[in-house]
C-alpha cells in the first residue's frame, strides 16, 4: 500500500512538473496577446481620450466602420462601428458614452439591409461577443459566461494565430490590417456571396426588439441635446439586385415608421449616389479608404450643418 501511495505521488510529481512550462507559456502568450491592438482596443483607448470634446459619434457595421473616416469630418470625431455590431451593441456603447460626452451634437447610424433583422448572433462564426465582454463590458446575447473565448486571448484568436503574433513578438495591429481592393470577377462573386451571407442572417422576428433599440437610442441622444442621423451609404448595384424585395420592403416601412414617430431625426439616402464610382470600393458594400473620405466630407457638407449648434 505504501509503495503503492509513493507511485501516485511521484507520478503527480512529474505530472506537475511537467505542467509547469505548458502553463508558464499559456501565461506569457496571454499576457503577449494583450499587446495586440484590435479595433475594439483602438476605439475604447480614442474614446476614452476624446469624450470630453467629441461632437460627432459614429456607430453602426462594417460599413460605417471602413467608409466613414473621422479624420475627414470638420468637428472633432469617435468612429466606435464595428464588423457585424447590431443594434443592441449600439445602444449598449452609446448608453455608456453619450452622457459623458458634454460637446457632443450628432451620432451618426448608417442603416444596412440587415440593420432591423438581425441579431449579432445571426452571424455564422461570429465571434466578436468576446472583444465586447472584454474591452467594453457589454454582455454577450447568447454566450456562456463559461465560453473559453470570453477568457482567454489564445482561445479567441485560435492557436496557429496565436502563435503567428507572437513569432511577431506580438507587435500586431489589427486596426489597420490591409483590405484587399477587389477586381472585377471578385468583386461579382462577393455580391453574390455577401447577398447570400445577409439573407441566411435575416430573421424577421428580431424588427421589434432592434426597433425599441432604436427608440432607446434616440431618447437618450435628444435627451442629451444631440441629434440622431440615420444614412444609407452608397451600395453596388450588383449587390442590391441580389437582395430579397420583400426584405426591402420591411425595412422601408420600418423605416417609415420609425421616422414618423421621432420627426427629429434626420435621414439621408445615398445608396444610389451618383458621386461614387467603382474606383470607391472596396468590394460592394464597403468603401475604399478614397471612397470613405469622400463620403465623409460629404457628410461633413450636407449633414453636420444640419444639426444646430449646441451652446
Known sequence: MARKATDAQSTLLKGFIFAIPLLAGFVAMECGLRRVVTRASHARARIEAQQGRCQVLVLGASNAKD?????????????????????????????????????LKVVILPLTYVTFETEGYDWE????????????????????????????LTARYGVRMSISYARKKFRVNLEKSARKVLNAEENAAAAARLAKDHGKAIHPERAGDNLARLDRLTALVQHDGATLVLVEMPTQENYLRLLSRSV??????????????????????YVHDGRFGGSDFRDPVHLNPQGAEKFSKILDAEVVPLVQSRP
Not at 76 to 95: H, I, K, T
Not at 137 to 142: D, E, G
Not at 249 to 263: A, G, I, S
Open 67 to 103: 467608409g466613414i473616416a473621422v479624420e475627414a469630418l470638420g468637428e472633432p470625431a469617435v468612429n466606435l462601428a464595428d464588423d457585424a455590431q447590431s443594434l443592441y451593441y449600439d445602444l449598449a456603447l452609446a448608453e455608456q458614452y453619450v452622457p459623458r460626452m458634454p460637446k
Open 125 to 152: 462564426g461570429w465571434t466578436s461577443w468576446s472583444d465586447y465582454a472584454d474591452y467594453w463590458n457589454i454582455p454577450s446575447q447568447k454566450a456562456s459566461f463559461f465560453e473559453a473565448q470570453r477568457w482567454s
Open 248 to 269: 426591402k420592403d420591411r425595412n422601408r416601412d420600418n423605416r417609415l415608421k420609425f421616422l414618423q414617430r421621432h420627426p427629429n431625426v434626420i435621414y439621408r439616402d
